[in-house]
């Protein structure tokens, strides 16, 4: 990319450019994040091993990612150049095929056994356990895991593991009703049965999203919406949408979230609300209130408006959408530590 291309898509990002030297940049680190970023596209080369039998990925998100990154300028057909290198297996087979996938690499190429596996990377939704096999362990210890948030629990390992933003698309609607006529609106995933929900039926502040809505009536929710509820551990595919229209998500949740999408560049604490549940609707009006003050919501909602641009998907990749962000958080990883090669009895 061009000096002036590049220019030219720091000017479509005013919003989020603006704040790039103060503390209330989106970004954990914004004077690093754009100079980095424009190395990765002059720079980063990624090898793709060929599957041994044709598949298919299970998902839609992991199949977009996987053409996506086919038809990349990142891809390089000289395994001698590459950063990191990509294992193609679909995550719906047996860990003994992919056991022998592995064996298969290690057997007919130099690269896995450089460094035990740590510079690479695959992608599998669910994520991948611990098994015995000397692989499968390499696998998941070593290289890096793409799943989709959130993680099943022993499954994500966070200082290499990432996750993929959810699957939405923006480019049904570029706008939304701007006037904030609801308070909370509680999203479809939080949990139906439950002590805080039934509090929350009961509250004329709380809007109850309880079944998924066609997407039209989903975006005029959102925009009337100050306030978007949702459970974490369940589905959080509309938090990308919430940011995009202004509806400051409150992200439910009684542990500590480490697969959080794009956790090694956005701060997530500026854009979303975190509230336990045990204390119940006082405790989230409590919180909320104590966190997004009529001043400091409207910029909380103009950064989510910003970050927003990152969690939409694109059947061609666009700079700066979700594509693109995946690949930047595997550019943070390319440096790996090169194990010094030993025998395995």
């Known amino acids: 990319?061009?000096?002036i291309i590049y220019f030219l898509c720091l000017s479509l990002l005013t919003p989020v450019s603006k704040s790039i030297n103060d503390s209330t940049s989106l970004y954990l680190s914004p004077t690093i994040f754009f100079p980095s970023y424009?190395?990765?596209?002059?720079?980063?080369?990624?090898?793709?091993?060929?599957?041994?039998?044709?598949?298919?990925?299970?998902?839609?998100?992991?199949?977009?990612?996987?053409?996506?990154l086919q038809a990349s300028p990142f891809v390089t057909q000289n395994p001698e150049e590459a950063h990191l290198f990509f294992v193609p297996f679909a995550s719906n087979i047996s860990t003994r095929s992919i056991a022998r996938f592995i064996r298969d690499l290690r057997m007919e190429f130099p690269y896995w056994n450089r460094t035990l596996g740590a510079d690479h990377f695959y992608v599998s939704c669910t994520g991948l356990g611990y098994e015995?096999?000397?692989?499968?362990?390499e696998l998941k210890k070593n290289s890096v895991q793409i799943s989709c948030s959130p993680v099943p629990e022993g499954k994500f390992v966070p200082?290499?593991?990432?996750?993929?933003?959810?699957?939405?698309?923006?480019?049904?609607?570029?706008?939304?009703?701007?006037?904030?006529?609801?308070?909370?609106?509680v999203m479809h995933s939080v949990a139906k049965d439950s002590k805080l929900v039934n509090e929350l039926r009961n509250d004329s502040d709380f809007l109850m999203e309880s079944e998924p809505s066609?997407?039209?009536?989903?975006?005029e929710r959102l925009g009337r919406s100050?306030?978007?509820l949702f459970e974490y551990g369940a589905d959080i595919s509309g938090?990308?949408?919430?940011?995009?229209?202004?509806?400051v998500p409150v992200m439910v949740t009684d542990r500590p979230m480490q697969d959080l999408p794009l956790m090694d560049v956005l701060n997530w604490q500026k854009i979303v609300v975190f509230v336990g549940s045990g204390g119940g609707v006082?405790?989230?009006?409590?919180?909320?209130?104590?966190?997004?003050?009529?001043?400091?919501?409207?910029?909380?909602r103009r950064l989510g408006t910003a970050a927003s641009q990152h969690f939409g998907w694109n059947e061609i990749p666009e700079p700066y959408d979700s594509f693109y962000m995946v690949i930047y958080q595997l550019w943070l990883r390319r440096h790996t530590i090169r194990y010094p090669r030993r025998e395995f009895v």
């Open 132 to 137: 015995s096999d000397r692989n499968l362990v």
């Open 226 to 228: 100050m306030f978007c």
């Open 282 to 300: 006082k405790e989230v009006k409590r919180v909320v209130d104590r966190a997004c003050r009529d001043d400091e919501c409207e910029g909380t």
């Open 159 to 185: 200082h290499k593991d990432l996750t993929l933003p959810p699957l939405a698309s923006f480019t049904y609607a570029s706008h939304a009703p701007g006037n904030k006529t609801t308070r909370y609106l």
């Open 1 to 3: 990319m061009s000096a």
């Open 38 to 68: 424009q190395n990765m596209i002059n720079s980063f080369k990624i090898y793709i091993y060929t599957p041994s039998k044709p598949f298919s990925f299970p998902s839609p998100i992991e199949a977009l990612f996987f053409t996506s």
């Open 239 to 247: 938090i990308g949408k919430a940011l995009r229209f202004g509806c």
């Open 214 to 219: 066609n997407e039209m009536t989903l975006v």
